[in-house]
C-alpha cells in the first residue's frame, strides 16, 4: 500500500506540473475548445501509460543496446517540439469556415509521448524506482500505468479545462495572440534543460 500510494504521488507531482503535454493541452483547450480537443487530452492520458508497459516489456533494453536510436530519439524531440513551440506561437485567433488549424488527434497525441523528453524522465523515473528485479515487472509496470493513468484524467483535465476557461475570458484575437506566443515561448524553454544535457554529453 505504502509503495502505491508513493507511485500515485510521484505521478501526482510529475503529472500536474508544466510540461510539453500541459502546455500543449491547454493551449489547444483555448483555442478549440473542450470537444475538439478531448481526442488530444486522451491520447496524454493513454498514451503515456502505454509507453510505461512498453519500455517495461523491453523497449528500453533495446535503447540500451543501440545507444544511437536514443540519440535520434533526443533529437528528433527537440525539433518536433520546436516546430510544435512555432505551431502553438501561430495558430490562428480567429476560427473561421475555411480555417485548417486544428488540434491534434488521439494517435498524434498518443505518438507525441515518444519524443517528448518530460514523458521519457517520468517513465524511466517511476520504472527504476518503484520496481524489483526480484519481482514481476510487468505486473509493477502495470500498477504504474494504471496510477499514472488515474491520475492523468484529472490533472490534464485540468489544464484542457483552464484553457477553455481563459477562452471565454481572452475573447480579443490580440489576447489570444499573445496567449499563444507565450504558450510557444514556453513550450520552446522547455526543449532547453534537454539541450543543455546533450551539449554537456558531447563536451
Not at 505504502?2 to 507511485?7: A, K, Q, R, T, Y
Not at 499514472?148 to 484529472?154: E, N, Q, R, S, T
Given at each position: 500500500m505504502?509503495?502505491?500510494?508513493?507511485?500515485l504521488l510521484f505521478a501526482l507531482v510529475s503529472t500536474a506540473t508544466p510540461g510539453p503535454n500541459n502546455i500543449m493541452v491547454m493551449t489547444s483547450g483555448m483555442n478549440f475548445g473542450v470537444w475538439r480537443t478531448l481526442p488530444h487530452y486522451l491520447g496524454i492520458c493513454i498514451g503515456f501509460p502505454a509507453m510505461v508497459l512498453a519500455i517495461s516489456m523491453g523497449l528500453g533494453k533495446v535503447f540500451e543496446a543501440v545507444?544511437?536510436?536514443h540519440q535520434?530519439?533526443?533529437?528528433?524531440?527537440?525539433t518536433y517540439l520546436m516546430y510544435l513551440a512555432w505551431r502553438i506561437a501561430t495558430t490562428a485567433t480567429e476560427?473561421?469556415?475555411?480555417?485548417?488549424?486544428?488540434?491534434?488527434?488521439?494517435?498524434?497525441?498518443?505518438?507525441?509521448?515518444?519524443?517528448?523528453?518530460?514523458?521519457?524522465?517520468?517513465?524511466?523515473?517511476?520504472?527504476?524506482?518503484?520496481?524489483?528485479?526480484s519481482g514481476a515487472v510487468i505486473q509493477q509496470a502495470s500498477w504504474i500505468a494504471a496510477a499514472?493513468?488515474?491520475?492523468?484524467?484529472?490533472c490534464v483535465g485540468a489544464?484542457?479545462?483552464?484553457?477553455?476557461?481563459?477562452?471565454?475570458?481572452?475573447?480579443?484575437?490580440?489576447?489570444?495572440?499573445?496567449?499563444?506566443?507565450?504558450?510557444g515561448l514556453l513550450l520552446a524553454l522547455s526543449v532547453i534543460p534537454m539541450v543543455s544535457v546533450e551539449f554537456a554529453e558531447l563536451m
Open positions: 505504502e509503495v502505491l500510494l508513493s507511485v545507444p544511437v536510436m535520434v530519439i533526443k533529437v528528433l524531440g527537440i476560427i473561421k469556415e475555411d480555417d485548417t488549424s486544428r488540434p491534434l488527434s488521439f494517435l498524434q497525441a498518443a505518438a507525441f509521448q515518444w519524443v517528448n523528453p518530460k514523458a521519457w524522465v517520468m517513465a524511466v523515473g517511476a520504472l527504476a524506482t518503484f520496481t524489483t528485479v499514472f493513468l488515474v491520475v492523468a484524467v484529472p489544464w484542457m479545462l483552464g484553457g477553455a476557461g481563459l477562452r471565454r475570458l481572452l475573447q480579443k484575437p490580440v489576447y489570444r495572440r499573445w496567449f499563444n506566443w507565450t504558450m
